[in-house]
T-cell receptor, first 114, second 115 residues
Framework: QKEVEQDPGPLSVPEGAIVSLNCTYS??????FMWYRQYSRKGPELLMYTYSSGNKEDGRFTAQVDKSSKYISLFIRDSQPSDSATYLC??????????????FGSGTQLTVLP | GAGVSQSPSNKVTEKGKDVELRCDPISGHTALYWYRQRLGQGLEFLIYFQGNSAPDKSGLPSDRFSAERTGESVSTLTIQRTQQEDSAVYLC?????????????FGEGSWLTVV
């Protein structure tokens, strides 16, 4: 079993829809959770970074963490065609120290249709 | 440069040949990472450099893989005697200090195809 599971999709939604992307994990030591967006043939870029259980909002994006269920989500409101990308979750068990400690999900490919 | 620069952006090589992939990190970034991303899969850590410390090579999949970095500048990832399973995108990233991901910046990757 992988430490981090993420549905690879592909996920296709109409413009304006609410998108829900999810990851589950098995390592209870994970404390820090990130979402990266990766456009086709580009490197990943950091979207959201969260620590505690609960919600964190940034514009149209909301990251949700449920440590008791070992489940994290990224919600995208009013989705746009420019949101079409692969979304990777990542998590780590330490706050400082190298990013070598990051464990990535396999990514969910999202397409927002105009 | 403004971002992490990688070259070549694309490389097609014959099985058994050696390849070198180059990464030029953001100026001043002391930490540099190499990841591998196979099609449809997440990022797989390969190697980490931090300043003048000994690199963390724990992610290198075999002794055919090696990497060097001179000081806090350019890094080269070398794959010897390439195999078809080496086909992937090789991503380099850099950051100011060791951290959990807040300020890690990725390059656009070197897309390697072994035929």
């Amino acid at each position: 079993q992988k430490e981090v599971e993420q549905d690879p999709g592909p996920l296709s939604v109409p413009e304006g829809a609410i998108v829900s992307l999810n990851c589950t994990y098995s390592n209870s030591a994970f404390q820090y959770f990130m979402w990266y967006r990766q456009y086709s043939r580009k490197g990943p870029e950091l979207l959201m970074y969260t620590y505690s259980s609960g919600n964190k909002e940034d514009g149209r994006f909301t990251a949700q963490v449920d440590k008791s269920s070992k489940y994290i989500s990224l919600f995208i409101r009013d989705s746009q065609p420019s949101d079409s990308a692969t979304y990777l979750c990542a998590m780590s068990s330490i706050s400082s120290g190298s990013a070598r400690q990051l464990t990535f999900g396999s990514g969910t490919q999202l397409t927002v249709l105009p | 440069g403004a971002g992490v620069s990688q070259s070549p952006s694309n490389k097609v090589t014959e099985k058994g040949k050696d390849v070198e992939l180059r990464c030029d990190p953001i100026s001043g970034h002391t930490a540099l990472y190499w990841y591998r991303q196979r099609l449809g899969q997440g990022l797989e850590f390969l190697i980490y450099f931090q300043g003048n410390s000994a690199p963390d090579k724990s992610g290198l999949p075999s002794d055919r893989f090696s990497a060097e970095r001179t000081g806090e500048s350019v890094s080269t990832l070398t794959i010897q005697r390439t195999q078809q399973e080496d086909s992937a995108v090789y991503l380099c990233a850099s950051s100011l200090i060791s951290n959990s991901g807040n300020t890690i910046y990725f390059g656009e990757g070197s897309w390697l195809t072994v035929v």
